[in-house]
């Protein structure tokens, strides 16, 4: 299986701040369709996952332009230009090119 | 709008079975594929299924393999999760998603509890 490793696994940020989250996959995330199949999702208290981002650096519909996303490969980096109180929350990473799909083991983010 | 409304969640004895259902709204749910997502208490999401829009092919991890079964009848716009054999181990929230097969999974249902336990 493809193992997606997520550094910090937590992050407290003075709202305003940026924050940064790497993802890294055990193998290239590249499908044979030219794509790259890397998602983020943000799990806020007590609620389901959300999608943020999907193919690497697209932000889904209604997602703050706060939020973007880079990488290829095995890397990638999720950012948050400037932290605010309603991003407070576990963000995943998740590969959909190698059955089965995984996800990373989440990021925390808390405000200061 | 796009709702996943969940049901069939509970207790159950280890050994036991459960089915949980997913009935969808606000898109036309026989042209997406569908998927399974489960948490464990305090813990990180784990695939578990995928079904395509027929329901004629199925995905597992192999940690569910032989136990757990997806499926959807789209007359009923309903998706279930057929778990038997249950562990402890299976104890967890259960999500359905959508996949929007250009977005990846795009929505989920709000989750339902399912704890194995005697």
């Known amino acids: 299986d493809i193992v ?4 910090p696994l937590s992050l407290s940020v003075t709202p305003g701040q940026p924050a940064s989250i790497s993802c890294k996959s055990s193998r290239s995330l590249l499908h044979s369709d030219g794509k790259t199949y890397l998602d983020w999702f943000l799990q806020k208290p007590g609620q ?3 999608l943020l981002i999907y193919e690497v650096s697209r932000r889904f519909s209604g997602v703050p332009d706060r939020f973007s996303a880079s990488g290829s490969g095995t890397d990638f980096t999720l950012k948050i230009s400037r932290v605010e109180a309603e991003d407070v929350g576990v963000y995943y990473c998740m590969q959909g090119v190698h059955l089965p799909w995984t996800f990373g083991q989440g990021t925390k983010v808390e405000i200061k | 709008e796009v709702q996943l409304v969940q049901s069939g969640g509970g207790l159950v004895q280890p050994g036991g079975s459960l089915r949980l259902s997913c009935v969808a709204s606000g898109f036309t749910f026989s042209s997406y594929w569908m998927h399974w997502v489960r948490q464990a208490p305090g813990k990180g999401l784990v695939w ?8 004629s092919g199925t995905n597992y991890p192999d940690s569910v393999k032989g136990r757990i079964t997806i499926s959807r009848d789209n007359a009923k716009n309903t998706l279930y999760l057929q778990m038997n054999s249950l562990r402890a181990e299976d104890t967890a929230v259960y999500y359905c998603a959508r996949d929007s097969g250009s977005y990846g999974i795009d929505y989920w249902g709000q989750g339902t509890l399912v704890s194995v336990s005697s």
């Open chain 1, 4 to 7: 997606m490793t997520q550094t």
């Open chain 1, 48 to 50: 389901s996952p959300q």
């Open chain 2, 48 to 55: 578990v299924a995928r079904v395509n829009t027929d329901g």
